[in-house]
């Protein structure tokens, strides 16, 4: 007769132990569910006049926004920078540099009785130094800013980064301006694709 080992009764010991662990665990989850199934109350009902009364209402106007409808070309102003040092370091030097001549194109240039809806400046940096690039074009954005307090083309215009151009010398600011389309002419351009004006 073959005699009983210990090895073999593990077996089946070992497969029932394991089963019911897989039973415990399936009845503490479902515990867990059952005890964190919350039901939200339902909000209470809105209570309804009996007798409603009717009152009239003044009707409310929506003010509708001033769409500013911009020309498809840009139009390009260089301008000059004679002291391109005190252009960077003062704003009423850039002031006095740039003003005269962006309000001489105001009055006998292509600006005259026009807004801009965005101006885009560029600092030239034909020999490299880029970082004084941005530097003139930040100033310049401030001048446009203090124009547009001034009530000049440039009140209410939007401005965009601080960019630069290899393309002009550093005595040189480039300013793109997208001008604002004039009511009743909206297919004719101030400028050409040459962003010259027309």
Request: with cysteine; net charge positive.
């Amino acid at each position: 007769m073959r005699k009983f080992s210990h090895e073999e009764g593990k077996g089946p010991f070992i497969l029932s132990a394991g089963w019911l662990f897989a039973d415990l665990l399936l009845a503490v989850a479902m515990l867990f569910l059952a005890a964190n199934t919350v039901s939200i109350p339902k909000p209470p009902p809105t209570p309804v006049a009996k007798h409603p009364t009717h009152v009239p209402s003044k009707p409310t106007q929506i003010p509708t926004p001033n769409p500013r409808v911009l020309e498809h070309n840009y139009c390009r102003i260089p301008l000059t920078i004679s002291d391109l040092s005190g252009f960077q370091n003062s704003l009423s030097s850039a002031k006095n540099q740039l003003e005269p001549q962006l309000k001489a194109i105001d009055l006998h240039g292509f600006l005259r009785g026009r807004k801009v809806g965005i101006a885009i400046a560029y600092g030239g940096a034909s020999d490299g130094n880029e970082g004084r690039g941005v530097n003139v074009s930040g100033q310049t954005y401030e001048v446009l800013k203090d124009l547009a307090a001034q009530s000049t083309p440039f009140t209410g215009t939007s401005y965009y980064d601080n960019l630069f151009t290899k393309l002009f010398s550093p005595n040189t600011v480039v300013i793109d301006v997208y001008l604002v389309v004039r009511p009743g002419q909206q297919n004719s351009e101030t400028c050409n694709s040459n962003h010259n004006p027309i």
